[in-house]
């Protein structure tokens, strides 16, 4: 088992060149049969959210004192699964980690679609998404600015920046491999590749300002990956909501957001490797790499979790201590430890090197992982509202169909906006790739030219 | 149109060396420049510090752009903040009006996006892109598997034309061709 774990170093650049351009053949007719089924879910999704739009809020569950719940949730959530693409494309870039090279442009891809479908969530949630303008600052006949003391402000400025960063530097990184692509393709194919690849050959002058621009834009992703769920969870730790008002939100956000998203990356990624035929490219040694990350982040949120309980029994609030008396032990106990038993226990099994390498239990793990997160999401936003200071207002919520289908919509958007880019442009950077195999086979010559 | 080393056309050509590594391709852009010959430029597949430094060009001016851009960035956020905060007095829950805390958070989003903006328009300015036109001597293996080394001379110059490709030979070049330029 451990030699399955090695860098693979076998492949020439042409193997490579055909593993990832042959992912770019035609799809057949499953394929088509699977982006007709997310996008009927989406047109689904869509219908209700116009019935809302008509006939207002009403239609949801949202209830006082439950006025934030699911499409909050789903927002969260959303933005939460976009970190680990940036953590991956960025972060790991800038320490050289080479494993990222096979799984970036994916958990990339990911990010931009997840922040994407995060997005429509703060619309959705309005009464009056026409309004939504209203939050850009400018002079205005109205009288109406927006607040700049205000968490939401903050949050409409940080995830328009991580949208349109994402996107920037995702582009950037595929038009070398697009432009790779283009002289290997024909018809409309080489048309769209040519106009999306800019006219790129590789010349050394391009190369200087690329490597150079692509360096900046990780380490200006890298803060910005950071700044953005500490800035959401200060949607909540600004208000003086028991469950919410918190300082831990910040750094616990942020590991929650890496550690969902690195699950969404291996639930994406275990059964893509082998229907788009790419495991000679996204082998066993890189998922074992994501599912270090999954155990680690793990640990740190199940440590958030005891610090945040001991925060709470150590402050003596009273208040604080009844909504998580009510969060543990009330009617939505078995949400807390649904969470407990994704988040917490089963992300152990991950210190077995056996499980790291198995694929289907990786598969099942990660989607435990994908609900945990959800579901502690949910505690966080509908359960602390729900238990809040005034006993006389503790409500419940019951989700409506609205509700529900337009969640699962929303998986169905972002899972067929990933198939659609995963079918049609490079989903594994040969440029990459490449560089990493370079780099490998000069340091084995390296290291047997000094043995002699 | 490519010819043969006996051609005997006149006027300007490219000598094109291929290699299959970018070491070894970075070994003959170094001994191009020692002989002297300046005028010549290269294709790659990949990103390459070895090309890099045997180019010996100066750092690439995103650097400035960026920063010039994160700057541009900060004082908007600031022009927001503040301009709209003195225009319209909303005093809440008794905070200054000019309150620097929040303020700084939309001055690190702004300073992101327009750093962001500014790399990639400068990458594209300075890189020459979007390019309508091939760089002469492109070949498709150089987004694939090979480095070229293309040099501009001229044909007229016997001696000089056999010295480059000695030159890309002797530094490992598996092809050296001649092409009308």
């Known amino acids: 088992m451990a030699a399955a774990l090695q860098e693979p170093t076998t492949p020439t650049f042409r193997d490579i060149d055909r593993g990832v351009i042959r992912v770019m053949e035609f799809p057949g007719l499953a394929y088509w049969i699977w982006i007709a089924f997310c996008f009927s879910l989406v047109a689904i999704a869509a219908a209700l959210w116009t019935r809302q739009i008509y006939s207002g809020l009403g239609v949801t569950g949202l209830r006082q004192s439950v006025m934030w719940a699911i499409y909050i949730t789903n927002f969260v959530f959303w933005v939460g699964i976009a970190h680990s693409g940036t953590l991956i494309s960025a972060i790991l870039f800038l320490f050289r980690t080479r494993w990222r090279t096979a799984v970036y442009r994916a958990a990339e891809t990911m990010t931009l679609f997840a922040v994407a479908t995060a997005g429509l969530f703060p619309m959705i949630h309005l009464g009056r998404p026409w309004f939504l303008y209203w939050l850009l600052p400018y002079p205005n006949e109205r009288y109406l600015q927006p607040d700049f003391r205000s968490p939401l402000v903050w949050d409409a400025f940080a995830v328009s920046t991580y949208l349109t960063v994402s996107a920037l530097f995702l582009f950037m990184g595929l038009i070398p491999d697009v432009a790779n692509a283009r002289e290997q393709s024909t018809g409309w194919r080489k048309t769209f590749y040519s106009i999306l690849s800019l006219g790129w050959q590789g010349t050394d002058r391009q190369w200087r300002h690329f490597s150079m621009a692509y360096l900046l834009m990780a380490g200006l992703a890298t803060p910005l990956v950071i700044s953005v769920h500490s800035v959401v969870s200060w949607d909540f730790a600004m208000a003086q909501l028991p469950g919410w008002h918190s300082t831990i939100f910040a750094p616990y956000f942020v590991a929650g957001a890496i550690f969902s998203g690195v699950a969404m990356v291996m639930t994406l990624l275990i059964p893509m490797r082998k229907w788009l035929k790419i495991e000679d490219l996204v082998t066993p040694w890189h998922i074992d790499s994501l599912a270090k990350i999954v155990l680690l982040t793990s640990l740190v949120v199940s440590y958030s979790y005891a610090t945040e309980s001991f925060m709470v029994w150590y402050s003596g609030d009273k208040i604080e201590q009844m909504t998580f008396h009510m969060r543990y032990f009330g009617p939505w106990g078995w949400i807390f430890w649904v969470m407990i038993l994704c988040n917490c226990l089963i992300p152990l099994l991950l210190f077995s090197p056996r499980i790291r390498v198995n694929m289907k239990a990786l598969w099942i793990i990660s989607i435990f992982v994908n609900i945990g997160m959800w579901f502690e999401r949910f505690d966080i936003v509908a359960g602390s509202l729900a238990a809040n200071f005034n006993p006389s207002q503790w409500s419940s919520y019951t989700p409506s169909i609205t509700e529900i289908m337009i969640t699962v919509g929303s998986f169905a958007w972002f899972l067929g906006l990933f198939s659609l880019f995963a079918k049609f442009l490079p989903i594994v950077s040969m440029t990459e790739l490449k560089e990493g195999i370079t780099f490998l086979r000069q340091a084995v010559k390296k290291g047997s030219s000094t043995e002699a | ?181």
């Open chain 2, 1 to 181: 149109m490519r010819i043969g080393a006996n051609s005997t056309m006149s006027g300007a050509m490219e000598i094109i060396g291929s290699f299959a590594d970018d070491q070894l391709c970075a070994r003959g852009i170094s001994d191009l420049r020692a002989a002297q010959v300046t005028d010549f430029h290269v294709f790659s597949p990949i990103p390459s510090h070895h090309i890099e430094h045997a180019m010996g060009k100066p750092k690439s001016r995103v650097r400035l752009f960026v920063l010039i851009g994160g700057i541009t960035g900060i004082m908007t956020a600031l022009a927001i903040t503040i301009g709209t905060s003195w225009e319209w007095n909303l005093v809440a829950g008794g905070k200054p009006i000019i309150s620097w805390p929040p303020f700084i958070i939309i001055c690190f989003e702004l300073m992101i996006l327009f750093g962001g903006l500014s790399a990639v328009t400068s990458f594209l300015v300075n890189a020459g892109l979007p390019a309508f036109n091939s760089s002469s001597g492109y070949n498709s293996r150089f987004g694939e598997d090979r480095f070229g080394v293309v040099v501009k001379c001229d044909e007229a110059d016997g001696a000089g034309l056999e010295k480059i490709e000695s030159i890309l030979r002797n530094a490992g070049a598996e092809e050296v061709l001649r092409e009308a330029a």
